[in-house]
């Protein structure tokens, strides 16, 4: 059964801060890898998206990578700010599946201290 | 635009009632999803639909039904609610093959006792 883990569950770190989020899977052939970020009561909003053929992907501050061979990806978040604070979590998509599921992590909830 | 948009936003419901969530997507997408989210765990896909007229079953689909009447709407219907159908539920669509990004609506907070 495919799966997909992310650890640790929750982060606390100081602001201006780099960190990571780590994302790991149980199959290395996967069709595609998410970001998405999660606010209290609200929906979820995609940050970003690797295709199995790439190897990061950056947007501002964010960058992702992703490792098939190993099974991991990573989030990087350089010079966190308090309004990074949120839920973050990792979905991939393997190309067995037909019925276009994205399989879920649990999130890593992240808490920047002013 | 709206985006997705999801009605109720919080609903309380008594075992064996049975209620219908509302999502409506204003983007032309021809996907659209439903999932749940329990506490500390992962999205679970309960049932998608490819287009109008079209659904299909997802991993948690037992206790719901779903309708793809039009483009824009994708209900979903609770019959005889259960304790364990207690969660935040979320719409989602995606424009092309299902395999690009999906927007999600706010989601629905159900708690049924």
């Known amino acids: 059964k495919q799966e997909v883990t992310q650890i640790p569950a929750a982060l606390s770190v100081p602001e201006g801060e780099n960190l990571v989020l780590n994302c790991s899977f149980t199959d290395s052939a996967i069709y595609n890898l998410q970001w998405f970020r999660q606010d209290p009561g609200k929906g979820l909003t995609s940050l970003l998206l690797?295709?199995?053929s790439q190897r990061e992907q950056t947007s501002g501050r964010l960058n992702a990578s992703l490792d098939k061979s190993s099974g991991r990806s990573t989030l990087y978040i350089a010079a966190s700010q308090p309004g990074d604070s949120a839920t973050y979590l990792c979905?991939?998509?393997?190309?067995?599946?037909?019925?276009?599921?994205?399989?879920w992590g649990a999130g890593t909830k992240l808490i920047i201290k002013p | 635009n709206a985006g997705v948009t999801q009605t109720p936003k919080f609903h309380i419901l008594k075992i064996g009632q049975s209620m219908t969530l509302q999502c409506t997507q204003d983007m032309n997408h021809n996907y659209m999803y439903w999932y749940r989210q329990d506490p500390g765990m992962g999205l679970k896909l309960i049932y998608y639909s490819v287009g109008a007229g079209i659904t299909d079953k997802g991993e948690v689909p037992n206790g719901y039904n779903v309708s793809r009447s039009t483009t824009e709407d994708f209900p979903l219907r609770l019959e005889l609610a259960a304790p364990s159908q207690t969660s935040v539920y979320f719409c989602?669509?995606?424009?092309?093959?299902?395999?690009?990004?999906?927007?999600f609506g706010p989601g629905t907070r159900l708690l049924v006792l």
């Open positions: 989602a669509s995606s424009y092309g093959t299902g395999h690009e990004t999906q927007y």
């Open positions: 979905a991939v998509r393997f190309p067995m599946d037909s019925n276009y599921q994205l399989i």
């Open positions: 690797i295709q199995s």
